[in-house]
């Protein structure tokens, strides 16, 4: 069973930064494409950033381009996110997804990790 | 980028009835790569459908995915109680790969 956990959460002032992780176990994590996406409090869904199996492809919402970088390690079946120059706006449930070799769907996701950015 | 609209915001059904939920995009989904998640409160979303009519391992059949362009539809054939939450699509064919505002199915 594929399982993902993401980590790194927590309350940060405006301007600052975070790095969101996770980890992902059960699958062939060298050769998935990974995705994050966010939910604000009460809010919908919202598609962050993803990156392909090799790191050749990446994409970005136009949110948050130029303040947050997605990367991965293979040998340690990892996903990252950093994020610069957070805003109360980013406050949001972050969750990672999997997708296939071939896409950029989410399967499955983590269980979440709480970004909250107040001063 | 594409602009998922989904209709009704709110669906008021009984156990047993029949629920048809739409997706509409602003522009043609490439390839299909058109996505349906369930979510309940508290929890992560679970994809559902992918590929627009590919069920997802472990998916009931009585949830079915159809549509191809611009149009989609989900359609639960008969609820069980455990099927009452939000319900949102994603197109994963360009980037940003958009979600919809989600349908949420309640009980009436």
């Known amino acids: 069973e594929v399982q993902l956990v993401e980590s790194g959460g927590g309350l940060v002032k405006p301007g600052g930064s975070l790095r969101l992780s996770c980890a992902v176990s059960g699958s062939s994590f060298s050769i998935d494409n990974m995705s994050w996406a966010r939910q604000a409090p009460g809010k919908g869904l919202e598609w962050v950033s993803s990156?392909?199996?090799?790191?050749?492809?990446?994409y970005y919402a136009d949110s948050v381009k130029g303040r947050f970088t997605i990367s991965r390690d293979n040998a340690k079946n990892s996903l990252y996110l950093q994020m610069n120059s957070l805003g109360v706006e980013d406050t949001a449930v972050y969750y990672c997804?999997?997708?296939?070799?071939?896409?950029?769907?989410?399967?499955?996701w983590g269980q979440g990790t709480l970004v909250t950015v107040s001063s | 980028e594409i602009v998922l609209t989904q209709s009704p915001g709110t669906l008021s059904l009984s156990p047993g009835e029949r629920a048809t939920l739409s997706c509409r995009a602003s522009q043609s989904v490439r390839s299909s790569y058109l996505a349906w998640y369930q979510q309940k409160p508290g929890q992560a979303p679970r994809l559902l459908i992918y590929g627009a009519s590919g069920r997802a391992t472990g998916v009931p059949d009585r949830f079915s995915g159809s549509g191809s362009g611009t149009d989609f539809t989900l359609t639960i054939s008969r609820l069980e109680p455990e099927d009452f939450a939000v319900y949102y699509c994603q197109q994963y064919g360009t980037s940003p790969f958009t979600f919809g505002p989600g349908t949420k199915v309640d009980i009436k």
């Open positions: 997804g999997r997708g296939s070799s071939g896409d950029f769907r989410f399967d499955p």
């Open positions: 990156i392909s199996a090799g790191s050749s492809y990446i």
